[in-house]
């Protein structure tokens, strides 16, 4: 576990000390570098732009369990981990997910979301989550200089503020909207953490609001992605370019995609997807270019099941 505690701090540092930074969830998405906006959508979307909700032909459920910064030298053990269920009705499309971050048992995020979207006409799709997010901070009682990384100060098993776990938790929302005009090309918007809602232990911390423009086209080569992400970092708001390309073939699909923006912020990515009967496995990568150094990037593998389908792959 101390190993775990000087990284906890630097992660903290790098993402501007923010609860709940949007990062990429399955493997998909991680291999697109989250440029999935305007992207035909799964149960995942309820993460991304929940209108791509109503894209389900059948009911979905979706697992995934992610490592991040894989091979730092100081041994740490950072994690992300998804359980999504999503169905079409005759309402609409509903969706329900539970995602989870951990630092050891040193901190924790939690984000219970439900969705709904609902199609407008024969072009127009939107969508919405709202969610509810718990924040944790424990204390390891083995560990004689334990670090705060929310505070940057050292627990102290003797002081009752410590002496057992602390939590935080409030309500935010998701919208997400996508125009279809034709067959190959859709456009899509969505905003994230649109309320900002506050998760601070001892001082104001609100969530970072994030919004996002993208389109893609789809043509014999694959479906191309390009994304503009405005996002609160810190005290400033920040814009950042996401993309990648997706060739499907049969049963498979390659994919790779990067980022860039200020603050270092560049990453290359790249991935697959296999289909086996009902299920679809899905492996993504990303490695930081800059930032964060010693490390093998972040992996995320996620499995989705596609209920009501045929059982032979077409």
Do not use: C
Request: no cysteine; glycine share 14%; aromatic share 10%.
């Amino acid at each position: 576990m101390k190993f775990l505690l000087p990284f906890a701090l630097l992660l903290f540092t790098l993402s501007a000390s923010a609860s709940f930074s949007e990062s990429v969830t399955g493997g998909r998405a991680t291999a697109l570098d989250g440029a999935l906006t305007a992207a035909p959508g799964d149960v995942f979307a309820l993460h991304y732009n929940p209108a791509g909700l109503t894209d389900l032909d059948t009911p979905e459920a979706g697992l995934f369990y992610g490592r991040m910064f894989k091979g730092l030298s100081d041994g740490s053990n950072l994690s992300r981990s998804f359980f999504g269920w999503a169905s079409p009705t005759r309402w609409g499309a509903l969706g329900l997910s539970y995602g989870g971050y951990s630092l050891g048992n040193l901190y924790n995020e939690e984000t219970l979301s439900l969705g709904y979207a609902h199609t407008l006409g024969g072009h127009f799709r939107w969508g919405t989550a709202i969610k509810h997010l718990k924040k944790t901070v424990g204390h390891d009682s083995d560990t004689d200089s334990a670090v705060d990384p929310l505070e940057g100060t050292s627990f102290n098993a003797e002081d009752p503020t410590y002496a057992e776990s602390r939590s935080a938790s409030a309500w935010d929302v998701n919208l997400g909207a996508t125009w279809i005009p034709t067959p190959r090309w859709r456009f899509g918007v969505t905003g994230v953490n649109l309320w900002e809602s506050d998760v601070g232990l001892s001082s104001p911390d609100p969530v970072p609001r994030v919004l996002k423009a993208a389109g893609s086209f789809s043509s014999k080569i694959g479906l191309a992605l390009l994304e503009v992400s405005r996002r609160r970092v810190g005290a400033e708001y920040q814009t950042r370019i996401h993309g990648g390309i997706e060739k499907t073939l049969g049963r498979f699909a390659l994919r790779a995609g990067g980022g860039m923006g200020p603050n270092d912020y560049k990453r290359v990515s790249g991935g697959f997807s296999a289909k086996i009967q009902i299920l679809q496995m899905d492996y993504g990568f990303m490695l930081p270019l800059t930032g964060v150094k010693d490390t093998s990037g972040t992996h995320q593998v996620s499995v989705i099941m596609r209920f009501g389908q045929r059982t032979s792959d077409e």
